[in-house]
């Protein structure tokens, strides 16, 4: 098996914001079209993976308690879809095992980023909660959890596959992923509006129902275009 673009000897590529490409903001359904092309290559084991995925996601939702766990398994869930995506795309598609393997050698750094995320998010979380105890800020308490969640969305979503893909160091992977996202912000203001309206529909529906069919569908969907967006914006 080759995994020297994965060797923790090879040459580690350096941010360069000149090398985030810019794209239009369809082109999100474009990364969905892609990524439902790849699996249907081996349709199986990518429903198996998603319903993996998926029934992850409703346990965390309707166990919020084990929601402790989600900093740990979304940067190596992610990393997965990634490497599984990125070797269909090239026609050199792997077994489970293999693929896990490959994430292994770089879990240190993944869960890193999942920590550091978590932890940006959960700033958030204790500025909302102080100023709910503030006289007259509690109906606007939440707005200042925003930014922390979306500079700790931001630094997350493309640092797996830097990491398993280019040999990114934690922090360099986070910046560049954050500079991506920054500068396709017509891109990233349609994932916060399905994002919000995820969450406003999930807090008027049954837990039931968004634990079993709505939160796996987002997720599902989100992962499937994890490797095409990631193509599009940082690839060589």
Not at 53 to 82: G, K, N, Q, Y
């Amino acid at each position: 098996m080759n995994l020297h673009f994965l060797s923790s000897t090879a040459p580690v590529a350096r941010a360069d914001h000149h090398r985030i490409r810019r794209v239009q903001a369809a082109r999100c359904f474009a990364w969905l079209a892609q990524g439902f092309a790849v699996a249907r290559l081996r349709p199986v084991a990518w429903l198996f993976a998603l319903l993996a995925c998926a029934d992850l996601v409703t346990l965390f939702e309707l166990a919020p308690r084990l929601s402790v766990l989600a900093p740990l398994v979304a940067p190596l869930a992610t990393a997965m879809f990634v490497l599984m995506q990125e070797r269909a795309d090239h026609a050199r598609p792997r077994t489970f095992g293999e693929t896990w393997g490959a994430v292994d050698e770089h879990r240190d750094a993944l869960l890193a980023v999942g920590v550091a995320a978590a932890a940006m998010a959960s700033a958030g979380y204790f500025a909302a909660t102080m100023l709910a105890h503030m006289h007259g800020l509690r109906a606007w308490a939440w707005l200042a959890a925003l930014p922390f969640y979306g500079v700790a969305l931001a630094s997350f979503w493309f640092a797996p596959a830097l990491i398993v893909l280019r040999n990114r160091t934690p922090l360099d992977a986070m910046m560049t992923s954050a500079r991506a996202v920054a500068r396709n912000w017509p891109v990233a203001l349609i994932y916060a509006a399905v994002m919000g309206a995820y969450a406003f529909a999930v807090s008027a529906m049954p837990i039931t129902l968004s634990g079993v069919v709505v939160t796996p569908v987002l997720a599902a969907l989100i992962l499937l275009g994890a490797y095409a967006s990631y193509r599009d914006l940082l690839g060589e």
